[in-house]
């Protein structure tokens, strides 16, 4: 599945972002698309993740309170809203899908090698 990612760009600390991806083909119920994000310099790390056939989400410590991942099953786009953005909001957003057989516990979400196809990354940078 091809995922295309959307909405990057600046943002005053404090402001808001909503980032959309795409996916070319149908998300089942036991997928998951998720966002992770690379900073410059540091490794890939985990945002949120998004269940389809419930919409159950977990998200990174850092982002609780602050941002919020939906889906929208008719379009096969996932959203995430970024709110109260900071400095360490700064990375290379990438959307990704995770495709199960059967329904996944939300700490699998986390796991980025469990996720088969990835978007190209759009760029979110918050200025201080």
């Known amino acids: 599945v091809q995922l295309q990612a959307s909405g990057g760009g600046l943002v005053q600390a404090g402001g808001s972002l909503r980032l959309s991806c795409a996916a070319s083909?149908?998300?089942?119920?036991?997928?998951?698309m998720g966002w992770f994000r690379q900073a410059p310099g540091k490794e890939r790390e985990f945002v949120a993740g998004i269940r389809w056939r419930d919409g159950r989400a977990n998200y990174r410590d850092a982002v609780k309170g602050r941002f919020t991942i939906s889906r929208d099953s008719a379009r096969n786009r996932v959203d995430l809203q970024m709110n109260s953005m900071n400095s360490e909001d700064t990375a290379v957003y990438y959307c990704a899908v995770q495709r199960n057989d059967q329904m996944t516990s939300i700490g699998s979400f986390q796991s980025a090698s469990l996720y088969g196809d990835w978007g190209q990354g759009t760029l979110v940078t918050v200025s201080s």
């Open positions: 083909q149908p998300i089942f119920n036991n997928d998951v």
